[in-house]
C-alpha cells in the first residue's frame, strides 16, 4: 500500500492502515478529513507512540496544558505510555496524512 | 527536526539523522542525493528494518535477486534480519527523504 494512496478514505471518518505489526511494534497510517478527538475524549495509550505528519496539518493537546502544538507537514512528535492527548483539529482544506509508530514496552504495559 | 528540512545535507554523502532511539526501536531519516550503496557492497544487518521512501525514489536489491525493486514515493518495504541488500540507485534529480523503522529483538541479535 502506497502511503500517499488515499482511495477507501473519505470525509466520514478517519481511516487506519496497518503497514507493519512486526514484535513489540505497530506501524499505523492515519488518513484525517478534517476530524478531530471527540470532544471530552483523550487518547490514554498504555504503550508509547512516535507519531509524524507526513502531509496536512493537525493540531495536538496533551491533558492539562492550555497550548494546542501545531504539527504541519514533516513535524514529529513522541507520545509517551498514558501521557493523556487529544487532536483538536486536523487540515480543513486538504487530507492530513499520519505514520505512527506504536512501540510496546515492558515496562509500560 | 522537521523530515522535509534539508539543510546539512548535500552531495557528497548521505545524511542520517535520529528521530527516536526508545527501547528496541530507532527511528531514523536519511536523506540520499543520488548516492547508491558503493559497488560490491551489501547491507547485512542483526536487525529487522522498515523502510519508507517519503520523498524522490529508489531502487533496491535483494542479493541473489536479478530484479530491482523501483521505491517510488510513498512505498515501504520490509527488510528482515540478515535479508543482504544494497541502494542500486536513487533519485537523480531530487533529494530522496527515507524514513526507516530498526527493530532489534531477541530473536534476531
Redesign the interface.
Known amino acids: 500500500m502506497?502511503?500517499?494512496?488515499l482511495s477507501g478514505s473519505g470525509i466520514d471518518k478517519e481511516k487506519f492502515d496497518t503497514?507493519?505489526s512486526?514484535?513489540?511494534?505497530t506501524?499505523e497510517r492515519i488518513i484525517s478529513h478534517a476530524q478531530s478527538t471527540p470532544e471530552g475524549e483523550w487518547y490514554d495509550q498504555t504503550w508509547?507512540e512516535?507519531v509524524?505528519v507526513?502531509e496536512g496539518k493537525a493540531g495536538l493537546l496533551f491533558f492539562g496544558e492550555e497550548d494546542v502544538i501545531t504539527l504541519?507537514?514533516?513535524?514529529?512528535i513522541?507520545l509517551p505510555a498514558h501521557q493523556k492527548h487529544r487532536v483538536e483539529w486536523t487540515d480543513l482544506e486538504e487530507p492530513t496524512i499520519w505514520?505512527a509508530?506504536h512501540?510496546r514496552?515492558e515496562?509500560n504495559t
Do not use: E, M, P, Y
Not at 502506497?2 to 494512496?5: R, Y
Open positions: 502506497n502511503l500517499f494512496d503497514l507493519l512486526k514484535d513489540n511494534v506501524i508509547d512516535w509524524i507526513i504541519n507537514k514533516g513535524d514529529s513522541f505514520l509508530v512501540i514496552s515496562a
